[in-house]
């Protein structure tokens, strides 16, 4: 390994033909992975090769044709450093955790932008769970993330169904402390909340949902088919019925997704992309068996459009989505839209992982060829469909920041609204939108706790002062408290409503020495106007202009937040209600059936039995209850 050493304005390598040359000579020809820095001991490069000074002297010749990004790079080297490998299969591995670690400016990386989702299986769990989430967080090294998946809907449907076929748990938290629930009952739970399962028998039945996951349907089929066999070998035809039946339902998952290729037996992965010179989308189509079983997408960042850089994307793609992936999901054979710079390399690693032979071809004629054409189609369409979005939000988040005379573009937008029917069941909602788009994550419910905010008496002035006071007391508390660049600091708040309700959002941020600091607005429904703190007249605008829409996108998602949780909370209101009916039960009961049964619905379910084993409940109240609901 090379000694690194911390220079002060040295003069960069390129200009230093000397110590160039006694630099290169140091670094032996073989494989292994090398760092360029800069004066102030920056990584600026990290990269791989299987002959280190052959590779490295490449950058320094005046006949080598580098990118735009390649010369900008060179121009600032003043040292490199090297770690000497056995085999290139180990250079392409270490590259990738140094990258990981580091993150070089001028490396081409993935934007985890949370763009599309995963599907995560916790095996870090007693009894694992499965769900769709945005974040990839490897918080334990032992779950596992399918994905990430163009497709949204078609992922929940597989999942919706992968839950009908195979029985899972389907909640996150038990519905009663001492008993399951009614997907026990029905056969769609092994009951796992009272441990009626044991973790060695749910993990099997995990792993073969991982199956279909990682593209392995058809050997998931053949695995049901000889256990249907065995089944009926034993006469047991109910349990050869079960499995039949989700062998039915398994053979509906990728239905109509066939693939014409000549050789159907092989798996194979094809990718492309699509660019407009600032991001890249790439497709990963993976084709197992003639079928397409699952279709990925990643976004890069487009330094330069030259055709060397696409490959680069390329390999840096494929290197970190079969980093993380098991090595039976590797596939024998993967086809590239433009050729990789270290497509040996890769290929060797991908082969020792798999413990068979990987090839990587970049196909120019004929069937396969046709497949990458496909494959960048799709990269194209969606490349158009995110450029689409793009424009809209920039474009509205231009015309808001000029309509309101903003210093800069509003990046973190909140809106709130306030929900109930002549002041019962008062909430109010907090939604946010981050750079044009929903960001859900940051949603929040308040319940409106205001005393004289009651059944018969409504006070939205009132309700939005308690939830912008709640919302920013922390800052208020607290003056040191960081605003500028503090991702949880709104550039904009927007507030559903005319003069009255600014008025009275304005009044209390003004008590809270925030108000100079806060930009906040709002939008009177009526006629989409905007009013402004201290103004009488709404500001002159068009209801139709690009920023006015993005505060009307606002304002419905508020206003769908805050209803939706209205009418939840009015409902189960409702629901107890209907307890207090019934002779004899007073409220602390009430408590004690709801905290023992979660649920109206399973109240009126239980035996007088089950009914009598809430402490607080007789055999006499018991059954007066049952009999209530069982008239």
Known sequence: ??????????????????????????????????????????????????????????????????????????????????????????SLALEANLIKQHQPYFNVLLKDDKKYPYLCITWSEEYPRIFITRKRQLGNKKDRYYGPYVDVRQLRNTLQLVKKIFPLRQRQQPLFKDRPCLNYNIGRCPGVCQKLISPEEYRQIVQKVAMIFQGRTQELTEILKQQMEAAAEELNFEQAAQIRERIAALQSINAGQKVSLPNDTVSR???????????????????????????LGFIAEVPSVAKIELGTILQRVLEEHYQNVESVEIPTEILVQHELPDAEILADWLSQRKGRKVSILAPQRQTKAELIEMVERNAE????????????????????AEILDLPDIPRRIEGYDISHIQGSNAVASQVVFIDGLPAKQHYRHYKIKNPTVSC????????????IGRRF?????????????????????????????????????????LLEDLRV?????????????????????????????????????AHRFAVSFHRQQRRDKMLRSR?????????????????????????????????????????????????????
Not at 456 to 467: I, Q, R
Request: aromatic share 6%.
């Open 1 to 90: 390994m090379g000694t690194v050493t911390k220079y002060a304005k040295i003069k960069p390598l390129i200009k230093d033909s000397e110590r160039l040359e006694k630099r290169l000579k140091e670094i032996p020809q073989e494989p292994g992975v090398y760092l360029m820095r800069d004066e102030s001991d920056r990584i600026l490069y990290i990269g791989k090769s299987k002959k280190l000074r052959s590779r490295i002297r490449s950058y320094f010749r005046e006949s080598q044709k580098l990118s735009p990004r390649q010369a900008l790079m060179v121009q600032q080297v003043t040292e490199i450093e090297f770690i000497v490998t056995d085999t290139e299969a180990e």
């Open 269 to 295: 992965d094809a990718i492309a992309l699509a660019t407009d010179g600032i991001i890249a989308c790439i497709q990963l189509f993976q084709i197992r068996a003639g079928k397409l079983v699952g279709r």
């Open 381 to 400: 369409y969606e490349l158009a469909r995110i450029q689409k979005i793009s424009a809209r939000n920039a474009q509205s988040l231009q015309d808001l």
């Open 456 to 467: 018969g008496h409504a006070d939205d002035f009132a309700s939005l002062a308690e939830v």
């Open 473 to 513: 007391h922390k800052y208020a508390e607290n003056p040191k408290l960081e605003r500028v660049g503090n991702p949880d600091w709104p550039d904009l708040v927007m507030i559903d409503g005319g003069k009255g309700q600014l008025s009275a959002v304005v009044a209390v941020l003004q008590e809270m020495n």
């Open 521 to 557: 607005i709002s939008l009177a429904k009526q006629r989409e106007e905007i009013f402004l703190p201290g103004e009488s007249l709404p500001l002159n605008t068009d209801a139709e202009q690009p920023g006015v829409q993005l505060l009307r996108r606002l304002r419905d998602e």
């Open 579 to 631: 307890l207090d009916e019934i002779p004899g039960l007073g409220l602390q009961r009430q408590k004690q059936l709801l905290a023992h049964f979660r649920s109206i619905d399973y109240i009126r379910i239980a035996t007088p039995e089950q009914l009598a084993e809430v402490p607080g409940i007789g055999p006499r109240l018991a059954q007066q209850i049952y009999e209530y609901f069982h008239p």
